[in-house]
């Protein structure tokens, strides 16, 4: 891979410098400060760089900063940013996972979790390219069939406060029991997403699912949280500062405000997504494995509201009738 690494301490890219030579299948780029890394890639004679590590703590323009230059780039939307520094506090990792980084790692760090870190990049890298190019490839062919698998995590942009599942992961992976004190995860599934992923073609699925995205994400505006698509029609959120969400409540708000947006397929014919809440879980007092089978937990929730509410629906139609 080609990387660039930006810190404001030499001493810390030579370490970098020393292991990419280690490692031996990198190249690095160095710079030390977030302007002198613009200047890099905006350059003629730049590489496509395919990952970045910042620092946050810089003159200037810091590390969250230049994250979310980068990110506001058509050409760097993708590419995944790990941040390398010495700042553990958790606002520091809030502000950097909201801003779109993907991975975090604090100071002093172990050559073998750097190792592993770069390795879960390159994996990304290649899983990326391969449903993105499924995703972009279906609108210049005829024949469009629904080649996105669907339970797949989709990369979705330019939505606030939501980042890649696999970030989402390594967000929680970051924060600590008493960090956690105050938060909660909820998920959100769309009705019938089956039926939407054999109806539409993959680009129109696509835009469905980044649609719900933002209806969501609005909706919850004026609370902090993060929130990740997980495939399946489900979305996973977390939310900060001990605000813990009201299922029900919320599900309505969120169908009103999708009850009142416009969505429609090539045909021009009108898609009315739904959504069914899981249950709320309050995060307090767990860690590692415990935090990641809550997420599971609130996942299985929302689609197991979706899968009851099509029973509601089918008993309703047949009360009544006899055989």
Known sequence: MKILAVDDDPIILELLGEFMALVGQHELTKAQSAHEAIDILRSTDAPRFDCFLFDIQMPGMDGVELTQTLRATKRFADVPILMLTAMAEKRYVDSAFAAGATDYITKPFEIAELTARIRSVE???ARRKARNGKVFAAQSVADQTNVIELFEPISIYDVDNVIEYLAMENYIAQLSRSALFGSTTIAFTVREIEA?????SPFEFYSLISDVAEVISDTLQGNQFLMAYAGNGTFVCVTESGWRPDPVRLQ????LSLSRTELYDNSGQR???RVCAGEAIRLIWKSG???MEALATAHASAEAACVAFEKSKYNLWNMGQTA
Do not use: G, K, M
């Open 252 to 255: 309505d708000a969120v169908n």
């Open 123 to 125: 994996e990304l890298i």
């Open 289 to 291: 494995d415990s935090v």
């Open 196 to 200: 939407f992923h054999t109806r539409l």
């Open 271 to 273: 898609l009315e997504p």
